[in-house]
């Protein structure tokens, strides 16, 4: 167990699936506020594992954390246990991972920046890591609104978002420092209302794993472009923006 300072009462993170023998990559899936492993981190597993090259090679992993993401006050503090707890798992040495590819949505942002933190300080080998926001909630507590457009993406080799201004989530819209930013709110369908525009990012990338001529989203991840991710990610610079027509 590990003490969540923010919300002053004691986590206990669920376990990091142990590494398969054939596999050499990792794509780790975190849901945020309103989700559990089985919604649709698990529809994204099973989008992935249609289209997957080499699909032995590739761990693929829908972690939930739901019982400390409901909490609208703790949960950013929370995560930010949960992930470090993660990232030294992953950093040990049970784990010898070439690639990892973080994905999550929302208040699950703390959880992935800070299990990418906590592996590259721990970890001594050169295992590239990808990070994707989907409508990244970016306050911490009750008066740091902006610390994850400040931190979100720091130490990735490659980062990228996908947001929605459009949705009413606060602290969901505005752009990352250390990502690059993909704006699909033009995308979103006009049949999306309240909440669901909050979600439409998750739609979008899930849809992006089969939609034909998609040039964001999945065709840019570690599966779909793996050794060529150097060169097809360096087209999209940290800080600035794609706007998705």
């Known amino acids: 167990m590990v003490l969540c300072s923010g919300c002053l009462r004691q986590i206990t993170p669920a376990p990091v699936p142990a590494q398969s023998e054939s596999a050499r990559y990792l794509l780790f899936i975190v849901h945020g506020s309103g989700n559990t492993g089985a919604d649709w981190p698990a529809d994204l597993v099973e989008k992935v594992k249609t289209v997957i090259p080499q699909s032995g090679q590739w761990d693929i992993v829908a972690y939930d954390w739901s019982t400390y993401s409901e909490a609208k006050l703790s949960a950013a503090d929370a995560g930010i246990k949960i992930g470090t707890y993660i990232g030294n798992t992953l950093s040990s040495s049970a784990y010898h991972y070439e690639r990892i590819q973080f994905v999550a949505h929302s208040v699950g942002s703390f959880v992935i920046q800070a299990a990418c933190d906590a592996y590259r300080s721990q970890a001594s080998r050169d295992t590239r890591i990808h990070l994707t926001f989907m409508d990244p909630f970016c306050g911490r507590g009750l008066f740091d609104w902006t610390y994850g457009n400040k931190h979100f993406g720091a130490g990735a080799d490659f980062a990228e978002t996908y947001i929605n201004t459009s949705d009413p989530a606060p602290s969901t819209n505005d752009p990352l420092q250390n990502a690059h930013n993909f704006d699909v709110t033009a995308k979103a369908p006009a049949t999306l209302s309240g909440r669901d525009l909050h979600w439409w990012p998750v739609y979008y990338y899930i849809d992006s794993v089969t939609e034909q001529g998609q040039q964001y989203?999945?065709?840019?991840?570690?599966?779909?472009?793996?050794?060529?991710?150097?060169?097809?990610?360096?087209?999209?610079?940290?800080?600035a923006t794609t706007m998705v027509p």
């Open 217 to 239: 989203g999945y065709p840019l991840s570690l599966m779909a472009t793996g050794d060529s991710a150097p060169i097809e990610q360096k087209q999209f610079p940290r800080g």
